[in-house]
């Protein structure tokens, strides 16, 4: 086998193109995959063939392909790092989620801060205050909404699902935690109050 010359090595002829030769050579591996003698010799053979249309192409007599690539070329190129995808919120909760200043955060907090000190403080018996609060925090809440966007019907319905699901998840959170509670008067509608402020105020500051 060390008489044959390279292209007889790999079994192609020296007219072969460059596909078929890496095709022979690539056959040749798979099929002797175990025994390293053999691919050393069809390396050797592959790199010989390349080196000779290499001088081939130099001396003009061949043109070739730019991809294939010489052995005095094979260094590896780093892997391209491929763009990871931005993690995105879905479009429509980018067009709800607001980024507030300082300012869109604390001036509604201070209103509902008041507003919650009232339903606190004030007697349990007092039900109207309560009610006139709630009122109070409907259109404080409402108004700041207004204002980011001029959606007014948008700024309406995000401020009652919020004043139901505040009313009823400070109910249910106050009928099983108050009772385990001894040291405070609260009521139940005083706290319910309170939750349906703090969360008036987590949407009117951050939704939009």
Same mark, same amino acid.
């Given at each position: 086998?060390s008489?044959q010359?390279?292209?007889?090595? @790999?079994?192609?002829?020296?007219?072969?193109?460059?596909? %078929?030769i890496?095709?022979?050579?690539?056959?040749?591996? %798979?099929q002797?995959?175990g025994?390293?003698?053999?691919? &050393?010799?069809? %390396?050797?053979?592959?790199?010989?063939? @390349?080196m000779?249309r290499l001088?081939m192409?130099?001396?003009? $007599?061949i043109k070739v392909?730019e991809?294939?690539?010489?052995p &005095?070329?094979r260094?590896?190129?780093?892997? $391209? &790092?491929?763009?990871t995808?931005?993690?995105?919120?879905?479009?429509? @909760?980018?067009?709800?989620l607001?980024q507030?200043?300082?300012?869109?955060i604390?001036?509604p907090g201070?209103w509902f801060?008041g507003?919650s000190?009232?339903?606190?403080?004030y007697?349990?018996?007092?039900?109207q205050?309560l009610?006139l609060?709630?009122v109070v925090?409907?259109?404080?809440?409402?108004?700041?909404?207004n204002? $980011? %966007?001029?959606?007014?019907?948008?700024?309406?319905?995000?401020?009652?699902v919020?004043?139901i699901?505040?009313?009823i998840a400070g109910?249910?959170?106050?009928?099983?935690?108050?009772?385990?509670?001894?040291?405070?008067s609260?009521?139940?509608?005083q706290?319910s109050?309170?939750?349906?402020?703090?969360?008036?105020? @987590?949407?009117?500051?951050?939704?939009r």
């Amino acid at each position: 086998m060390s008489d044959q010359n390279p292209y007889e090595k @790999l079994g192609v002829s020296e007219e072969a193109s460059f596909d %078929e030769i890496q095709d022979a050579r690539n056959r040749l591996f %798979e099929q002797h995959s175990g025994d390293a003698k053999h691919l &050393e010799v069809i %390396e050797a053979a592959y790199d010989a063939i @390349l080196m000779d249309r290499l001088r081939m192409r130099q001396e003009g $007599k061949i043109k070739v392909p730019e991809r294939i690539r010489f052995p &005095e070329l094979r260094v590896q190129s780093p892997p $391209k &790092e491929s763009p990871t995808p931005r993690e995105q919120s879905p479009a429509w @909760l980018q067009r709800m989620l607001d980024q507030p200043t300082p300012a869109d955060i604390l001036l509604p907090g201070a209103w509902f801060l008041g507003l919650s000190s009232i339903s606190l403080f004030y007697p349990e018996g007092g039900d109207q205050v309560l009610q006139l609060a709630l009122v109070v925090g409907v259109a404080t809440s409402i108004y700041f909404l207004n204002r $980011k %966007e001029g959606k007014f019907g948008r700024a309406v319905l995000f401020t009652l699902v919020s004043l139901i699901i505040g009313l009823i998840a400070g109910g249910l959170v106050a009928s099983w935690l108050l009772p385990q509670i001894s040291f405070t008067s609260l009521g139940t509608n005083q706290f319910s109050t309170v939750v349906t402020f703090i969360l008036l105020w @987590l949407v009117s500051s951050f939704l939009r």
